[in-house]
């Protein structure tokens, strides 16, 4: 967009069946070379907002009722999934998803292939993912429905590394996870983000790491976005601070 926004979200009012209103006004910016975290409690509404952005809503009977989705300067409400993907955005869906009887790295391979990459791409794709996920490396002729939660959630991302996004959209990276993995994975997107310059909408539901990470963070409640701002400016809201991260 003119303003350097790579992705904006006006007012946007989501349903499911048509009748229960998930989202009921969200607004939400995320410039190039962000980090920007979705929180808030459960239920509040970010995996809508998150399925919202990919187009992905129409599969759970949920859709938009009003706002406008824009990315890279363009509206984007309509534009089917694997489109979005070609054009960069690409999304980690909750609960790591990965094709469970094929293996890592046909996992990986799968990635890659929307975005009609030769034979050497793909390889060097492939490299660079390992080098970012080591542990990957030894697992890749394994079964994706074999390997450690852990493993499976660094397998999603990489999946998504190998449409080269210019956006990555994550939903609760985080979840399930023992510290020590999601510290891995938060270093390898911090990485990307520094070195690359890659763009990060992350859903998480620990405020702790949101504001650890992000440059931003927007609180969703109710399925509003209520607040929005870095660590700073969260921390200083004694609301937030009670409710999200203890008594001081
Ligand atoms: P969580 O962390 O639990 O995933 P969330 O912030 O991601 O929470 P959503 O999953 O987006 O919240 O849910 C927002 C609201 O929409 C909730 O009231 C939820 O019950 C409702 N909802 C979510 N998915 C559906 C669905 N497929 N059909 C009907 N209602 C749904």
């Given at each position: 967009d003119r303003d350097g926004s790579l992705l904006r979200v006006e007012a946007l009012e989501a349903v499911y069946g048509g009748a229960v209103q998930a989202l009921s006004g969200v607004d939400?910016?995320?410039?190039?070379?962000?980090?920007?975290?979705?929180?808030?409690?459960?239920?509040?509404?970010?995996?809508?907002?998150?399925?919202?952005?990919?187009?992905?809503?129409?599969?759970?009977?949920?859709?938009?009722?009003?706002?406008?989705?824009?990315?890279?300067?363009?509206?984007?409400?309509?534009?089917?999934?694997?489109?979005l993907v070609r054009a960069g955005l690409v999304g980690v869906l909750e609960g790591r998803h990965c094709f469970r009887a094929l293996t890592v790295e046909e996992n990986l391979i799968a990635g890659g292939l929307g975005r009609g990459s030769g034979r050497a791409d793909l390889r060097a794709d492939l490299e660079w993912v390992y080098a970012l996920f080591p542990r990957l490396t030894e697992k890749r002729r394994l079964p994706a429905g074999l390997?450690?939660?852990?493993?499976?959630?660094?397998?999603?991302?990489?999946?998504?590394?190998?449409?080269?996004?210019?956006?990555?959209?994550l939903d609760e990276p985080s979840m399930g996870l023992a510290p020590k993995v999601t510290a891995e994975i938060y270093r390898v997107l911090v990485d990307l983000n520094r070195e690359r310059g890659l763009t990060l909408l992350i859903a998480e539901q620990s405020v702790t790491l949101a504001l650890r990470h992000a440059h931003r963070s927007v609180v969703l409640e109710n399925g509003l976005s209520v607040l929005e701002g870095g660590a700073e400016t969260l921390r200083a809201r004694d609301d937030i601070q009670r409710f999200y991260l203890g008594p001081r």
């Open positions: 939400l910016v995320v410039r190039e070379g962000e980090i920007v975290a979705l929180v808030g409690a459960n239920g509040a509404g970010k995996t809508t907002l998150l399925r919202a952005i990919s187009n992905l809503l129409p599969a759970t009977r949920g859709q938009i009722r009003a706002g406008r989705i824009a990315y890279a300067g363009r509206d984007v409400s309509r534009t089917r999934t694997d489109a390997i450690s939660g852990g493993e499976q959630q660094m397998t999603a991302i990489g999946r998504a590394l190998m449409g080269r996004p210019r956006l990555l959209v």
